[in-house]
Nanobody
Framework: DVQLVESGGASVQAGGSLRLSCLAS????????MAWFRQAPGKEREAVAGIESDGKVSYSDSVKGRFTTSQDNAKNTLYLQMNSLKPEDTGTYYC??????????WGQGTQVTVS
């Protein structure tokens, strides 16, 4: 199993920046893929960014050019740097770990509010 703990959520003004962190309970080297999802009130959960074990990253069109995800294997931590934040970025942000056997683990989420 993998426990994931997100942190860094806050309330910010539009145009501001935040960095989210996700600490994994085991080595991130052993995780096939890590990703960030978000869910706004009344909306479905959506994928925001992902990073493969080979370092390949991907982003949704809505955050491309503004968000950057990275992984520090020495700290077992996934990051999401969010710049030029917009009100539509408001939501609960979740960290996800996908294992080689297709198991998926979710963190508890951290709230981001942009006004």
């Amino acid at each position: 199993d993998v426990q994931l703990v997100e942190s860094g959520g806050a309330s910010v003004q539009a145009g501001g920046s935040l960095r989210l962190s996700c600490l994994a309970s085991r080595s991130t080297v052993s995780i096939s893929r890590m990703a960030w999802f978000r869910q706004a009130p009344g909306k479905e959960r959506e994928a925001v960014a992902g990073i493969e074990s080979d370092g390949k990253v991907s982003y949704s069109d809505s955050v491309k050019g503004r968000f950057t995800t990275s992984q520090d294997n020495a700290k077992n931590t996934l990051y999401l740097q969010m710049n030029s934040l917009k009100p539509e970025d408001t939501g609960t942000y979740y960290c996800v770990a996908d294992m080689s056997d297709d198991r998926r683990y979710w963190g508890q989420g951290t709230q981001v509010t942009v006004s």
